[in-house]
């Protein structure tokens, strides 16, 4: 049986009806207080928890007395840039009663799609979790168009979770998790507890349904399921109406879960072994060698050498001096300057770069040894 407590990173997406009370154009605090306890209660587990928060465009549009309905993209943009401050300032008075701090992130599709920028977002992600924050992620309506916006957060909490490895992505929304048939116009709707395999049968149950409230729906929660199955990270439908949420789905609650057939890390590793074309050699020593051996990242100062032409991110191959391949990993520096770091201790690259880079020339995390 799949649990949240199982897991050691975990994305939570919250639709809008569950933080924006569209009739007030105001935030519902006491159910985002109550939610900030539950993530407080994980990270004291251990837990690394990111938030995929709805509610801007909802908050935002009674602020310019916009009516309820379809609005036209430059009006939701507006409702968006006045309703993000209003949520993320409700966010941050929820979780600084754990004195826990948050950071807003704004991302849009092509984020994901282009590779300079996908590293950059990751990077900012992992050292926001590294030093205790909680990122609070929404789609940058602002600046998104129709050719490039996500088109709702259950797609881009998949994105998330792909870009931080995450273990678990939770969606919790109005909805107790995946039914036979919607369950509000036939009786015979059978709730699904598990799914293994997303098949055709599987997003015909999902059907089409939306919400007054937010652009998702059934539908793009199981594809969010999916993208997140196939970067091996299990997702939980369920039903964030009451308080505390996450203790009523670790209690058991009605909920539905996808399981992903391989785990994240497994899955990235692959990728990286299989897929990703080296672009470049690093020589190590003898020392560096048994480091790699041991399990331990590629340091700077056990480098020999460094050919090739790549930038921060891609991969390159890792040999000994004999000339054997001893493993394959993504890089933290472009060539130029992991060429000016070779031999040196992680204390002196910042007064080599002019910048404080990354410890380990190529992390443990993004290494395959071969």
């Given amino acids: 049986m799949i649990s949240i407590n199982d897991s050691e990173r975990v994305v939570i997406k919250i639709g809008s009806a569950l933080v924006a009370d569209i009739q007030t154009g105001e935030p519902y605090g006491e159910w985002m207080e109550s939610l900030a306890d539950d993530v407080a209660e994980l990270r004291a587990k251990g837990k690394e928890v990111i938030l995929v928060s709805s509610g801007a465009v909802a908050l935002g549009r009674k602020m310019l007395g916009l009516k309820t309905g379809t609005l036209r993209l430059e009006e939701k943009q507006a409702a968006a840039a006045c ?63 129709s050719q490039i916006r996500v088109g709702d957060n259950d797609r881009l909490s998949a994105r998330v979770a792909q870009m931080a490895s995450a273990d678990v992505l939770v969606l919790l929304s109005d909805v107790d998790g995946l039914y036979t048939a919607d369950p509000t116009r036939y009786d015979h709707a059978e709730h699904v507890p598990e799914v293994e395999e997303i ?33 091996g990270c299990h997702t939980v439908i369920a039903c964030g109406l009451e308080r505390h949420p996450l203790r009523e789905l670790l209690d058991g609650g009605t909920h539905t879960w996808f399981i992903a057939e391989d785990s994240v890390h497994n899955l990235r590793k692959q990728w990286i072994a299989g897929t990703l074309q080296p672009l470049g050699e690093v020589v190590i020593d003898a020392g560096a060698e ?30 000994n001096m004999a000339g054997d391949t001893l493993a394959k990993g993504l890089i933290a520096y472009n ?36």
């Fill in 83 to 145: 309703g993000q401050i209003k949520l993320v300032r409700q966010w941050e008075k929820a979780f600084a009663r754990h004195n826990i701090a948050v950071a807003q992130l704004l991302l849009t599709m092509d984020v994901s799609e282009q590779r300079r920028r996908y590293l950059n977002a990751r990077n900012t992600l992992e050292t926001l979790l590294e030093n205790g924050v909680i990122p609070i992620v929404n789609e940058n309506d602002t600046v998104a168009t």
């Fill in 199 to 231: 098949d055709d049968a599987i997003h015909d149950m999902a059907g089409t349904a939306r919400t007054d409230v937010g652009t998702g729906g059934m539908a793009t929660k199981v594809e969010a399921a999916e993208m997140a199955q196939q970067a």
């Fill in 290 to 319: 048994k480091a790699l051996n041991n399990g331990n990242s590629l340091l700077p100062v056990g480098v020999v050498s460094i050919t090739g032409a790549f930038d921060r991110g891609d991969a390159v191959l890792i040999k």
């Fill in 335 to 370: 060539d130029a300057n992991a060429r000016q770091i070779i031999g040196c201790q992680t204390t002196d690259i910042e007064g080599i770069l002019g910048y404080k880079g990354r410890d380990a020339l190529v992390h443990r995390d993004d290494m395959v040894m071969l």
